[in-house]
DNA sequence: GGTGCTAGTGTAAGCGCTGCCATTTGGGAC
DNA sequence: GTCCCAAATGGCAGCGCTTACACTAGCACC
């Protein structure tokens, strides 16, 4: 079922019919009806990969995260996907698991793809894919990491801020023992949300703070604050590095008896809507994921086309969300 | 960049190139080391879509769902794709958020993409489709709904049996007063589980049921327990369709100050991992997702050229899950 | 020196579209 | 009736790849 068919049936060449499918340029209203019908008749869809093989674009946008079981990358995605389908692009999506070498893998899948655009919604890098992306000619936009550079846009969260606010606050409330939790991959020295937690601790004197890491699920939060107390460490409050890890460490410490927030105080990060759902509803920072989907979007569709010479790194300020998980320090 | 270009720098034809690409037939090694020389000099990745036009396949499943936001869908969904992933295939998805409009556009869009497989993981249905997708020769498992046809595999949870348990569960506990929550999609009179609580109130004559629906997410349980209960109605359980649905109930009793299961019991479906990390831990049914994903890509990937002729019903049996979300009836 | 293999490569015909350019058509204006 | 100029269509060359099929060595054998 192809082209030629839909043409012969309807009497006109595929030059036509293409002109229909694309309802471009001017057909007279009696031919495109008549098109029109041996396409239904016929049950004909164009075929994507001749489509954008012949047209050289594809209308697709890429996304790249690491975690789209997260539901703070899902919620991104579903703002960047909405926007897309307004736009009448489609959107392919692709997960990395925070591993940097599938990072490499999918970024070429959509290059493969000839995507219109490419958003990496990751926190994993890797430097060789700089020159890849750039040769690509792709517009790019990176969220969480990298630097910019022609043809890719930086979007940043100031992850200092927020969690420099989280440990204002908790300080204030006479906090000192301080437990942090982490995925495994913000374990590296040079992340950023590691370094906040690093360097509140120089700025305020009286801090001590432990680690702690593990995947970045449910389960992994419960697993690391498992590891966390049962190393001896005694924290009056729990910093998390998301508010799905922070659900699993509220279970973990509803069941070793602990009360939060009376006995210990936790804090999640992103205000993703579990976050107002569970058991005491979390104290969080507030990124706004709508708003980082819609720059996303932007950026990609305006940039397809036309080549912005000065890209902009746009850091967005996280707001502190105070709920249920927090208290004064116990101890 | 392209394969004639890769081609003029290994000194060999754009047919040798390919062969390498796809490490069929026998090149001469010496050869194909020149070759894969020539790929990384360039950094050449091929475009997928003259690949998928000119081999008339594409390595790449398609998958619909009605809802990727709640976990149950993503996780047959990681399923798959991991499992795809083994196979060499890729995945690409689409969500229908539970509209039979968007169900066709997605189909469509995936007949487009020429996928080798398409898994309809939805409990939306339009029937024209049937046909569309029978011309289209793609072998498709439809999960949840449909009958079985030709090039059509069904997989099937049996509800009624999971809702039976839990009805007989809680009947057996002394509830007497039922209330059921389910989202809008699962109203239609047609609809399975719907249909399971009906016949069980029917079975069981001392039983009294209201329901109430709304969106399938926490947010939608939590307002659907809303205009349950300020209906004057007062259930000593709620059952609901999902545990998303169910983590949003448990919140809007909470906020009424109705302690569970002491005053009210609740029950989920589906165990998806929040179950066991919301307070009070759901008391659920567990429909084994990993399963339904494995299914999915057997039969998907292994029909991908042979034409099963009889394909099978699948039916899954769900077991009772009990956790702290029920008890005695209090009233 | 022929003949017959096989292993390794090249040639070229599409795959189903799009987009440029050429061609036809149908009215006015004269 | 002629000429001219849109408006509407058709023809056809690619897009970048795969895949017969054809071809060339190189070697063993009679």
Redesign the pocket.
Known sequence: ????Q??RRA?????????V??N?????????ARVIKAINELK????L?????????SRTLGVIASNMENPFFFDIYKTIESDAHAAGYEVVVANTDYRSEQLITSVRLMIGRRVAGLAAIVSEMAPELIDELNESRIPVVFYDVGTPRPNITNIRVDYRRGIDKVIDYLHSLGHRRLGFIGHHDILGPINERMKAVMDAMARIPSLEVRTAADADTLEGGRQAARSLLSSGFDPTAVICVNDIMAVGVLRELRERGLRVPQDVSVTGFDNVKLSEFCYPALTTVHIPRDRIGHMICTSLISKSGKTSVADPELVIDPEFVLRDSTGPASR
């Open positions: 079922m192809n082209l030629e839909v043409a009497k006109v060449s595929t030059a036509t019919v293409s002109r499918l694309n471009a340029s001017v057909v007279k209203s009696s031919t495109r004909y869809y164009p075929n990969h001749a489509r954008s093989l012949a047209g050289g674009k």
